[in-house]
C-alpha cells in the first residue's frame, strides 16, 4: 500500500494549461503563501482576460473532462459514496498564487430513489441524505475541518428500467467553499468524501463518484463500514487503494474577480386556470456560465433555490405551481459562473392561489 509522499504524478489546471506539482518535501503543515504575479507562470498569449485570471483546479488528472466513467451508468467498480463508504484522497500542496477563496468538489452521479412511505411503486423520491467533504494533512481529520458537500435532491438520479424519473442525467461536479486555513503549501492535503445520512447504506441507496482512468500510483483509497465518518487512523484511511480508476475529487482555487452574471428576466408567465405550471424564461450573459436556477422568497430577503439547476442555455423553468407554498411569493432567477459568483434577476411576484391570503 502506498501513502507515502505526493508523487509528480499530480498536475494542475492552470489558466488552460497543465503545471505539473512537483514532490512534497519533508515540511508538514503551512499557511497559504503570498500570492504571486500570474505573469511569471503563464506566457501573456494564453490570458485571455488577465485582470480575471480563470479559477485554478488541483486534482490527480490535468482535464476535470477527463473524469467520464462510473457515474453514468454501467459498471461502477464499487465508487458509491455514503454512509458506508467513504474515501480518502491525497492532492497536492497549494501553489502560490491571488486566491481569495478556495472550494473543495466532487462529480457525482447516479443517485438513487425509493418509494414514498405507502404509495403505489411508481410514486418515489430521492434517498434522503448529505455528502460531506473534510480537507486536512493528517489523519483523522478534526470535526472542525468537516463541511457539507451536496444534498442528495441536488445529485443527477439513477435511471430507473421500470419508472420514468424527473431529475436523471450526467454527473456532475459539486463545489463547497473552505477556508484558503484549511490548505497547505508544503505538505500534500488530504480530502475525505463519506456521508452521516444513515439512509444512504449501501451503493443500491448512495450515489457513485466518478472516475478517470488511474495514472501512476495510488492517491486515493476507500473504505468500507465508515459508519458515517471519515476514517479515524492511517489504518482505516488507507485500507484499500484505488487502483484501475481515480475519484473525481479536486480542489478550486479561485483569484479575485468583480463581474457577475448579468440575469435578465425574459417571460414569467402564469398558466391559464387549468394550468399547472408558471415559466420562467431568462436571458443570462457573462463568462464561463456555470449554472442557473430558480429561488423563491415569502419575504423578498431571504431566498431558497427551487428544483435543480440548468447547466446551459435555454435557461426556461417549469415551476409546479400546486407545489409552492400557499400565500404571498416571489420568484428569480440566480446565475453562477466558475469563480462561484452568482447574479439574480429582479424579483416577479407570484399571483395569489385560490383561498390564499394577501
Request: charged share 20%; proline share 12%; with cysteine.
Amino acid at each position: 500500500m502506498t501513502h507515502g509522499r505526493l508523487s509528480v504524478f499530480s498536475a494542475l489546471i492552470f489558466l488552460g494549461g497543465c503545471v505539473t506539482v512537483p514532490p512534497a518535501g519533508p515540511a508538514r503543515g503551512g499557511a497559504v503563501a503570498t500570492p504571486l504575479s500570474l505573469d511569471k507562470k503563464v506566457s501573456p498569449a494564453q490570458v485571455d482576460h488577465p485582470a480575471s485570471p480563470p479559477p485554478v483546479y488541483l486534482s490527480a488528472r490535468p482535464c476535470l473532462n477527463d473524469y467520464q466513467f462510473l457515474a453514468d451508468g454501467g459498471e461502477t467498480f464499487g465508487f458509491s459514496v455514503g454512509y458506508s463508504r467513504s474515501w480518502i484522497v491525497r492532492l497536492p500542496p497549494v501553489p502560490a498564487g491571488p486566491w481569495v477563496r478556495a472550494y473543495v468538489g466532487a462529480k457525482l452521479g447516479a443517485m438513487k430513489t425509493e418509494r414514498k412511505p405507502g404509495r403505489p411503486d411508481w410514486d418515489r423520491r430521492v434517498v434522503p441524505g448529505e455528502i460531506f467533504a473534510a480537507v486536512a494533512q493528517d489523519i483523522p481529520l478534526p470535526q472542525s475541518r468537516r463541511i457539507s458537500l451536496a444534498r442528495t435532491e441536488e445529485i443527477p438520479l439513477a435511471s430507473d428500467p421500470r419508472q420514468p424519473l424527473e431529475g436523471v442525467g450526467e454527473a456532475r461536479w459539486f463545489w463547497t467553499e473552505i477556508p484558503l486555513a484549511f490548505l497547505s503549501t508544503t505538505t500534500p492535503n488530504l480530502v475525505a468524501l463519506y456521508s452521516p445520512s444513515a439512509p444512504l447504506k449501501g451503493e443500491e441507496r448512495s450515489p457513485i463518484l466518478s472516475g478517470a482512468r488511474a495514472e501512476g500510483p495510488p492517491i486515493a483509497w476507500w473504505r468500507d463500514k465508515a459508519e458515517g465518518g471519515p476514517p479515524h487512523n492511517s489504518t482505516e484511511a488507507f485500507q484499500f487503494p484505488a487502483v484501475s480508476y481515480t475519484p473525481a475529487v479536486a480542489i478550486k482555487l479561485v483569484p479575485a474577480r468583480t463581474e457577475r452574471p448579468a440575469v435578465t428576466l425574459r417571460v414569467f408567465a402564469d398558466p391559464s386556470v387549468k394550468g399547472k405550471n408558471y415559466i420562467c424564461s431568462a436571458a443570462v450573459e457573462g463568462t464561463d456560465i456555470d449554472s442557473a436556477w430558480v429561488e423563491m422568497s415569502v419575504d423578498g430577503r431571504s431566498w431558497t433555490r427551487w428544483g435543480r439547476p440548468v447547466r446551459g442555455a435555454p435557461y426556461v423553468f417549469s415551476v409546479s405551481r400546486e407545489a409552492l407554498p400557499r400565500g404571498p411569493l416571489q420568484l428569480r432567477v440566480a446565475a453562477r459562473d466558475i469563480w462561484e459568483n452568482a447574479g439574480f434577476s429582479p424579483a416577479v411576484a407570484v399571483p395569489l392561489k385560490k383561498g390564499d391570503k394577501p
